[in-house]
Antibody, heavy 117, light 108 residues
């Protein structure tokens, strides 16, 4: 059974940092593109970043570039999102997702990040 | 960036009726790399359709996708109460990947 389990969310103040993790199981993690997608309260889905299976390519949405860093550890079947200089507008549920191509075939349940003074 | 516009914003239909959801792209989606997802509150989104018309594994054949270029459609042929959800299209051809704003399907 495929599982993606996010962790690391929480309440932080503006300007602070947070590192999200996603533990994968049930599929060949190293072969999959992995994504972070977020959903702000009352809003729709918003793609944030993706990383190729071997980690050689990374892409970001423009408003997180330079603040967020996506990475992976294929030995641990884990995906990460380092979020620095967080802003109130980064408040959202963050989902981990993965697919053989750029489509997100598998999804986790999400972890909540709240940025507030 | 490719902007996706979904319509209608909300669809309210009875069980057994047919739902037609539209997704229009601001420019052509290369190779029709367009996906549809179903999202229920508090749950993980679920992939329904890949590459505009390919049903994902385990998805009932009530769900079908069509279209090409800039105009795409998700059809739910016979609505079931469990289909109540928000449906999103996403273009997976160009970075940044983008989602439409969603269509909420309500079952009367």
């Amino acid at each position: 059974e495929v599982q993606l389990v996010e962790s690391g969310g929480g309440l932080v103040q503006p300007g602070e940092s947070l590192r999200l993790s996603c533990a994968a199981s049930g599929f060949t993690f190293r072969s999959y593109w992995m994504h972070w997608v977020r959903q702000a309260p009352g809003k729709g889905l918003q793609w944030v970043a993706m990383i190729k299976g071997d980690g050689s390519q990374k892409f970001y949405v423009d408003f997180v570039e330079g603040r967020f860093t996506i990475s992976r550890d294929n030995a641990r079947d884990s995906l990460y999102l380092q979020m620095d200089n967080l802003r109130a507008e980064d408040t959202a549920v963050y989902f981990c997702a993965g697919g053989l191509g750029w489509t997100a075939q598998y999804w986790g349940q999400g972890t909540l990040v709240s940025v507030s003074p | 960036e490719i902007v996706l516009t979904q319509s209608p914003g909300t669809l309210s239909l009875s069980p057994g009726e047919r739902a037609t959801l539209s997704c229009t792209a601001s420019q052509s989606v290369t190779n029709n790399f367009l996906a549809w997802y179903q999202h229920k509150p508090g749950q993980a989104p679920r992939l329904l359709i890949d590459d505009a018309s390919d049903r994902a594994t385990g998805i009932p054949d009530r769900f079908s996708g069509s279209g090409s270029g800039t105009d795409f459609t998700l059809t739910i042929s016979r609505l079931d109460p469990e289909d109540s959800a928000v449906y999103y299209c996403q273009q997976c051809a160009h970075s940044p990947l983008t989602f439409g704003q969603g269509t909420k399907v309500e079952i009367k």
